[in-house]
């Protein structure tokens, strides 16, 4: 086969966006001022600070309507990894080791870290699995959730499968229980419709790069914002819990994306589900030995994971970047490790299929034409892989 290598960025097909999303040119628009004539620190008193200000909390407003939350109850912070942090921090103090945090076994690995770091101190993780089809083992999650549980951390949408969780369900035993809830939404904001104080949520983390915003800005949503800890000490940015300059830009890129995100969520559902769609179903017609994973649960309209049988994941994923494809083995924070995705091997329990398995999600932004084109790499590598 001949590979082809240096591919312009414009004749790649992007299908990676569980990864990060490219910034829309209104996002990229909205945050120009702020980089330029309008610099001001928003903590200053002045008119350049009073403009800052202000545009920071009209993206607190924008974030707070995406997720059903009230303004205030909106932190901004460097990224979702950061949220997640926060949280671990402020539900650990004061507690004595031996306190149970409950967690799934296919969450993000901020989650994931977090939770074995307080494992080497002491307190008891009980990772609740996943059914083979990667909906999440409800039954047992509720006999997880005993009077020493101090947090339970379930997310939405998974980062690798797209399945959806049971939330509601979810939110309603822990709150049943009087126990905190953090929800890593993620990949669920501009997804699906989510609403935090419907809910009853403690703690929700997003991220601004997984929907057309910039990266390095984040958010922790909490409807209880007496049990946050600062991660960040110093100064009294953000009401006190967390210091540090605001990143103004950042923030009003991400508020403008959530504006979006909330304003299209219906379109770019009907977009994505009907890309996504069309590139499962010539997959499986033209290609022998595929599976979809979490094919047969409630996903997300953007994403499909599919093993293809005998082939080992990265190198399809190396001979697909080759073809101008970029598409990934799972989650982009183990794109280093060998080691074969955590969620494919709850699901499967084994090392050979978790091995085989590659993650397509789309955006509105593609096309029926790219999706095409992709189908015919697709089986152009199988072929020469698999022989
Ligand atoms: N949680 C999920 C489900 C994710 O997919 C990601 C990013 O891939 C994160 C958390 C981390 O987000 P961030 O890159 O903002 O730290």
Redesign the pocket.
């Known amino acids: 086969m001949d590979l082809v290598y240096n591919i312009p960025p414009m004749q790649r097909i992007y299908l990676d966006n569980?990864?990060?999303t490219p910034i829309l040119a209104e996002v990229l628009e909205a945050m120009h001022p702020y980089l330029t004539g309008s610099f001001g620190n928003p903590n200053s008193v002045h008119s350049m600070g009073i403009e800052a200000r202000t545009a920071v909390e009209h993206a607190r407003s924008q974030v707070a309507t995406l997720v059903g939350a009230e303004p205030e109850s909106v932190l901004f912070t460097?990224?979702?990894?950061?949220?997640?942090n926060t949280v671990f921090a402020g539900a650990t103090v004061g507690a004595r080791p031996g306190g149970r945090v409950v967690v799934t076994a296919v969450?993000?690995?901020?989650?994931l870290q977090n939770a074995l770091a307080l494992e080497e101190r002491g307190f008891e993780i009980v990772r609740v699995g996943v059914l083979s089809n990667g909906q999440l083992d409800l039954p047992r999650l509720e006999q997880a959730l005993s009077p020493e549980t101090i947090l339970a951390c379930v997310?939405w949408?998974?980062?690798e499968t797209g399945v959806i969780f049971p939330i509601q369900e979810v939110a309603q035993l822990c709150n049943e229980r009087g126990i905190s809830l953090h929800v890593?939404?993620?990949?669920a904001v501009g997804k699906i419709p989510v609403s935090m104080s419907d809910l009853g949520i403690d703690f929700l983390?997003?991220?601004?790069?997984?929907i057309y915003g910039p990266?390095?800005?984040?958010a922790l949503v909490s409807g209880q914002p007496s049990k946050l800890q600062p991660l960040l000490i110093g100064g009294h940015q953000e009401s006190g819990r967390r210091a540090g300059t605001e990143n103004v830009a950042g923030i009003v890129g991400f508020g403008h994306a959530a504006q979006l995100a909330h304003e299209n969520l219906f379109a770019r559902v009907k977009l994505t589900e009907s890309l996504r769609n069309r590139l499962e179903a010539a997959i499986q017609q033209r290609i022998a030995g595929v599976e979809i994973n979490g094919g047969g649960c409630s996903r997300i309209s953007n994403t499909t994971n599919v093993s293809f049988e005998g082939i080992d994941s990265d190198a399809f994923v190396t001979v697909l970047d080759s073809l101008g494809v970029c598409v990934s083995t799972g989650?982009?924070?183990h794109s280093d490790s060998l080691s074969p995705s955590h969620v494919l091997m709850a699901m499967t329990g084994s090392y050979e299929k978790a091995n085989e398995a590659v993650r397509f999600s789309v955006s509105h932004l593609n096309t029926e034409l790219e999706i095409d084109n992709v189908v015919d790499a697709l089986e152009h590598a199988v072929v020469s892989l698999r022989t």
């Open positions: 569980n990864a990060t460097s990224s979702a990894t950061e949220s997640i969450e993000h690995a901020a989650v997310m949408a998974n980062n890593d939404a993620v990949q983390s997003i991220s601004a790069h997984k990266k390095g800005i984040g989650s982009a924070c």
